[in-house]
Each structure stands twice: as structure tokens, then as C-alpha cells.
DNA sequence: GCAAAAGTGTTTGAGGTACACCCATGC
DNA sequence: GCATGGGTGTACCTCAAACACTTTTGC
């Protein structure tokens, strides 16, 4: 925040914050899980105009005293009915060229991108969102579609140079589970031998020394995710 | 932005924006140029509290019927009184965690990153901004030399993946400037021979067939930049 | 014993890094 | 002719990609 005060006479009416007439600020959420071994987003479907009746992020306009982080949070609390202790926010973008892409007031809106550990949502209990398949987007109001597609990039950029995909992945784990967690977001088939390799280069992975047994096959080992590996090699 | 407007009966205050106390919005920019050979940025000294006395990125509040990136280009015409047609202009990230930041009022500040090609800024002609090498910044109010160090990492890790260095370079340029601004930016020296085969690599580049006779040596040729190659490969 | 997922190494190619000399000019 | 920056090619090393078989379990 910069030097915005003016020395006597303001001449320029934007100094006059306490007068000047205020964007309103919202914070709009992209939050994505991996369900059904898909990446997906939960969607708001809109009961008011403009874009009545179609789908929109869950977002909420900033309080005078509230953190914007803050926000998000309370969007994903009130319009989806979670609670979001521990669940990951990152800030995505801020959208304030268009004067007019909400009708009703000047919105400047910032977005966040969440993630929900798999398994947290199992079937509609309670939680008011829709979930749809990254692929398979319904029409979305405003430019949301546009937004969650940044979004989704952002995260498959970040994969393997930072510790989001733990984000995705109940506590425990088995390196298959991560694995497909990975190939869910990035939307293809990894080389199980090379993922193996690279993860355990860049992840510091906590053996449990206990393994899983489930179906008709050898059961998996066990993980906790400890912390990123420096790799910078300074 | 998301589904806001509440059925009937809202109890939630912020649903009601009309009446709701805002926020105040305001955009700081990192306005960095390549001069005297260093990565420098261009500060303006408060006359006010808080930090009067102190050094502080250029900002103003955004007026209600403003793009960001208006009052972007806003604060650097009026704090410092440069025009700023074909200025590069990347929104870097959005502040609105601390509430007292600004003590005057509740701000939510938009940073943009800008890029002043070097030559513009050559004497102290009439422009109000104070320049400094990042490497040595005086005392910065609020938290901007976080700000100034995050833009400057923005900056480098987009080096060799975008056309960002041809917004510090005049319109024609030789492959050693082109070279010396990198190195400013990243701060470290590159080799002569690896970095032009680089260039060649990712930048499409005109060769002008022309060449610039300076000082007691070979002519340098000059070039254009055209675009970058895309080197995706799909 | 067979189906099904877990687990494990080696080879190859591309790209990044390190490195030294001749060229064209002004003085 | 010498000082100054302009301009060029090769060897090595690191890392990513491709690729197939054995192991352990449930039924």
C-alpha cells in the first residue's frame, strides 16, 4: 500500500477515500477433490439473476474487518456447509477489469483455489455443492469457466515442485494412491518405476511399515508425507 | 464471483452490500527498469503517516468505475509523472490479510509488477520517483520489501519462458545487451556461448542486418524481437 | 493356479553446462 | 599493433523417458 495520501488540497477525488464511493471486494473459491478418480469442483447453481439458474464458484463479498482468507473459508462454510479447518488455500487471481461482470455493484473479485482431501466427500451428506468433472464443466455464470481452467493449471504446474498433492490424499497413503492422485490432475498415465523414482527424489515419504490389504492382490505399503526435499542444490 | 444474493430473508450482513461497510481497494506497482546496470525500482518517499519519511511503492486507491489496470497505470502517471503507453503491466498478487496494514482505513492492495524499457529514465527529467538497486533498498514502509522481493522473483522465473526481458530492452537491441539485462535480472553472470544458443532457441529474433559501431571494437548486429518459439512440442 | 495390483533397474536420448579462440573495429 | 567487445563449436554430464518381470495376496 503505497503513498495515497495527498499533502493539502486533493485535487484528485480517489484520494478521498473516506468519500469516494467503493468497489465492492469478493473472494470466489475453486474448490477442487479428487472423486470417484476424478478431479472435481464444486459448483453453486444460482437462484438469482444475472445467470440465473446457472452454475457458479461459491464466493462471498469481503466484511469490513474480515481477512480475505478469511472469506474463503466463510464461502465454503455457508455456501457448502464444510468446515474448512485444514483444508489448503492458495490465491489464484484478482478479476477488476471488467466494470460490469456482476450487474448489480462494481466487483472486484479475488479468487482462491482450495483442496479438499479425497474421501471427505462421499455422498451427499449435508454439504450443499454440486460436483462436476473438471471435463465435464455445465455452463458457469460470469467467466468461471475460464477461472477454474487457470486454476486447474496452476495446480498441475505445481505438482512436483511443491506439496499440494498432499493436500489431495487422506494422511496415510500407499504410493499408488498418490500416484493416480497425480494422474488425475494431470490427466494422463505416468510410468509407475519413473514416478517412484521422482517421488521419493523430491518427497521425504514416512514408511508406516504397515501395509494394506485390499483385494485379490499384494497389499501396498503405507506413507505419510514428512516434507519437500530441497533441491535447490545451492 | 459467485452466487451472493441470498433467497428472502438475509441474515447474513454481508450479504447485504448495498449497505455493508467496503473495504477500501488500492493497486501498488513494482515499476523495475535496468539502469546503470542494475535491476532498479522506483519508490516515492511518504509525507505522511504511517512511515512518513520512509520509502513506499506508488499506489493509489481504485475509484468505483476504474479497471485495476487503470489505476495501475493511474499511480505511476501521477506519482511520477511518466506516460505509461506500452508499459508492461503483470498482476503479481493481492494483500488483504492484514487489517491494519493501512491505519487510516481497511485496504485490500492489488500489486502489479511493470517493466520500463532502459533509456526512458535517463537523467532526473521532470519524473518524481526516487530509483534504487533492489539489492540496495532504503527502509520500506509497510511490508513492500516483501512485495519488492516477490515481484523480483516473479520476474526471473519468467525470464526464460516469456518475452518479459524484451519490455526492458529498447526495440532494437544487440544480443549482448539482450544478455546483460538477463544477467541483471537474475543477478549472476551467463555464458556467452550457452546463452545465445539458448536465445536462438526460444526466441524467435529478426536479424536487421544492420550493426551498431560503438567504441573500439567489432560492431555488435542488432535484432528484433519477433516471438517466442513454442517449444511445447504436443 | 490364476487374477490383480505391488514393487523394482537399466538403457537411451535430449538438453544443460563448461570451456577457448578468432574477428572486426578505433585509436 | 593492441585493446576491446563480437561472434562461434565441442565434450561431458545430468535428468527424463521408455520399457518387463517378479512378488504377494484373495479366491
Known amino acids: 500500500m503505497g503513498d495515497r495520501r495527498e499533502p493539502a488540497a486533493p485535487k484528485d477525488p480517489s484520494s478521498d477515500i473516506f468519500r469516494m464511493e467503493r468497489p465492492a471486494v469478493a473472494v470466489d473459491v475453486v ?9 472435481q ?3 453453486i447453481k444460482r437462484e438469482d439473476d444475472p445467470y440465473y439458474g446457472k452454475h457458479a464458484l461459491p464466493g462471498r463479498f469481503v466484511r469490513y474487518d474480515e481477512p480475505i482468507e478469511t472469506t474463503a473459508r466463510r464461502a465454503l462454510e ?22 460490469v461482470r456482476d450487474t448489480r455493484i462494481r466487483t472486484i473479485s479475488v479468487v482462491y483455489c482450495a483442496l479438499l482431501p479425497s474421501g471427505i466427500i462421499s455422498g451427499q451428506q449435508g454439504h450443499t455443492f454440486s ?14 469457466r475460464d477461472i477454474v481452467h487457470a486454476a486447474v493449471e496452476r495446480i498441475r504446474t505445481k505438482l512436483l515442485t511443491s506439496d499440494i498433492i498432499f493436500h489431495l490424499l487422506p494422511e496415510e497413503f500407499t504410493l499408488s494412491e498418490l500416484q493416480r492422485a497425480c494422474e488425475t490432475i494431470l ?7 519413473n514416478f517412484r523414482k521422482k517421488a521419493a527424489d523430491v518427497y521425504d ?16 505399503r503405507l506413507y505419510r508425507f514428512v516434507r519437500l526435499r530441497d533441491l535447490t542444490r545451492a
Open 187 to 193: 490427466g494422463r498415465a505416468l510410468d509407475k518405476r
Open 205 to 220: 515419504l514416512q514408511d508406516l511399515k504397515l501395509s494394506r490389504r485390499e483385494g485379490a492382490h499384494r497389499p501396498a
Open 131 to 144: 460436483w462436476f468433472p473438471i471435463g465435464r464443466l455445465p455452463p458457469l455464470a460470469f467467466d468461471h
Open 41 to 43: 469442483i464444486a459448483l
Open 78 to 99: 455457508t455456501k457448502g456447509n464444510i468446515t474448512t479447518d485444514g483444508i489448503y488455500l492458495e490465491q489464484l487471481y484478482t478479476f477488476g477489469q471488467n466494470l
Open 31 to 39: 474448490l477442487l477433490t479428487v472423486l470417484e478418480g476424478e478431479l
